[in-house]
């Protein structure tokens, strides 16, 4: 009964999860566009616009969150090329830090990404796998609201996920520690002894 | 006219497709359909277009004309300015004759293998 359940909420956890895709996507979108024309605000508005149709008319939740992470790569490597391109020995140690916070942002969307699918395959398992997703979200909503960035959304997010799932999942492990060997005594000895097992 | 630096496979297949819809007289190519059409990622079309955009001055976009009711994010359509059917023109016959041959026809993307014709 409480794998039914179970069932049921990570199913609507799952179809709750998969709604925060495209307004992931849109907002992806424009981040990639701002950080492809950093120098060029106007270029910059113009074409986060027409990203965010493109997202727009892509169909289904994770395909939108793919076109947009493949945007915000593409973004990132022509940032990258541009700082580094200018003036490599000055810009180097800027562009280095720029790219970490870029690529920990994108590293952690694309963790998301895959942790929402392993969560759908993991539906039967049980309802752990999906508290830790859905808490790890909450941790990223709250972390985003409180930073005002995508970076801390989804970084936060997917470390949150990530240490709830691991404690979930290898606490009740670690604690199953093997029993302790007492001495038998002589009578519980000749007891479990094969041939007495196989007697019975 | 400022010709292309750099001639690479998406750029001809790009445009390719905006002087076939050009030569049919369609107005309404936007980044998604240029997507679907050359079977191309979106940072690959849209480095494309702002290259022939922004460096070459070869096509020029437009947005959507959305209805009072519509809302949202709008779609740009692109089309080839004066100077880029000119330089299409230079370029496609050099590279790709074939597109020369049939203006208008049903787009299809070259095979990426040996040549691109």
């Given at each position: 009964?409480?794998?039914?359940?179970?069932?049921?909420?990570?199913?609507?956890?799952?179809?709750?999860?998969?709604?925060?895709?495209?307004?992931?996507?849109?907002?992806?979108?424009?981040?990639?566009?701002?950080?492809?024309?950093a120098?060029?605000?106007?270029?910059?508005?113009?074409?986060?616009?027409e990203?965010?149709?493109?997202?727009?008319?892509?169909?289904?939740?994770?395909?939108k969150?793919?076109?947009?992470?493949?945007?915000?790569?593409?973004?990132?490597?022509?940032?990258?090329?541009?700082?580094?391109?200018?003036?490599?020995?000055?810009?180097?140690?800027?562009?280095?830090?720029?790219?970490?916070?870029?690529?920990?942002?994108?590293?952690?969307?694309?963790?998301?990404?895959?942790w929402?699918?392993?969560?759908?395959?993991?539906?039967?398992?049980?309802?752990?796998?999906?508290?830790?997703?859905?808490?790890?979200l909450?941790?990223?909503?709250?972390?985003?609201?409180?930073?005002?960035?995508?970076?801390?959304y989804?970084?936060?997010?997917?470390?949150?996920a990530?240490?709830?799932?691991?404690?979930?999942?290898?606490?009740?492990?670690?604690?199953?520690?093997?029993?302790?060997?007492?001495?038998?005594?002589?009578?519980?000895?000749?007891?479990?002894?094969?041939?007495?097992?196989?007697?019975? | 006219?400022?010709?292309?630096?750099?001639?690479?496979?998406?750029?001809?297949?790009?445009?390719?497709?905006?002087?076939?819809?050009?030569?049919?007289?369609?107005?309404?190519?936007?980044?998604?359909?240029?997507?679907?059409?050359?079977?191309?990622?979106?940072?690959?079309?849209?480095?494309?277009?702002?290259?022939?955009?922004?460096?070459?001055?070869?096509?020029?976009?437009?947005?959507?004309?959305?209805?009072?009711?519509?809302?949202?994010?709008r779609?740009?359509?692109?089309?080839?300015?004066?100077?880029?059917?000119?330089?299409?023109?230079?370029?496609?016959?050099?590279?790709?004759?074939?597109?020369?041959?049939?203006?208008?026809?049903?787009?299809?993307?070259?095979?990426?293998?040996?040549?691109?014709?």
């Open positions: 009964m409480s794998a039914i359940l179970l069932g049921i909420l990570a199913t609507v956890i799952a179809d709750q999860l998969c709604a925060t895709f495209p307004s992931l996507a849109l907002k992806l979108a424009r981040w990639s566009a701002a950080c492809r024309y120098g060029n605000p106007a270029k910059a508005e113009l074409r986060a616009e990203l965010e149709a493109l997202i727009e008319q892509r169909p289904g939740g994770l395909l969150l793919s076109t947009a992470l493949g945007l915000a790569i593409a973004a990132l490597a022509t940032a990258s090329r541009r700082a580094l391109g200018k003036n490599p020995v000055i810009t180097i140690a800027r562009a280095t830090g720029r790219a970490i916070v870029m690529g920990a942002a994108v590293i952690a969307a694309v963790a998301v990404a895959i929402y699918l392993y969560c759908s395959l993991c539906l039967l398992v049980g309802g752990a796998v999906m508290f830790a997703a859905v808490a790890g909450t941790v990223g909503a709250i972390a985003g609201a409180i930073d005002r960035s995508l970076g801390a989804l970084g936060w997010s997917a470390a949150a990530v240490a709830i799932w691991w404690t979930i999942t290898w606490l009740p492990r670690l604690r199953r520690r093997p029993p302790r060997r007492t001495r038998r005594t002589q009578s519980e000895r000749r007891l479990r002894s094969p041939r007495n097992l196989t007697r019975r | 006219m400022t010709g292309p630096a750099r001639i690479t496979g998406p750029f001809l297949d790009v445009l390719e497709l905006l002087f076939a819809t050009y030569a049919a007289g369609d107005e309404s190519l936007h980044g998604w359909a240029i997507m679907k059409a050359t079977k191309r990622s979106g940072p690959t079309v849209y480095g494309v277009l702002d290259r022939l955009e922004d460096e070459m001055g070869w096509i020029e976009g437009r947005w959507e004309q959305q209805r009072p009711d519509q809302s949202g994010p779609k740009r359509f692109y089309t080839l300015t004066p100077t880029g059917v000119a330089g299409a023109q230079a370029v496609l016959r050099q590279r790709r004759p074939g597109a020369l041959r049939t203006p208008g026809r049903q787009w299809r993307p070259a095979p990426r293998q040996a040549g691109a014709q």
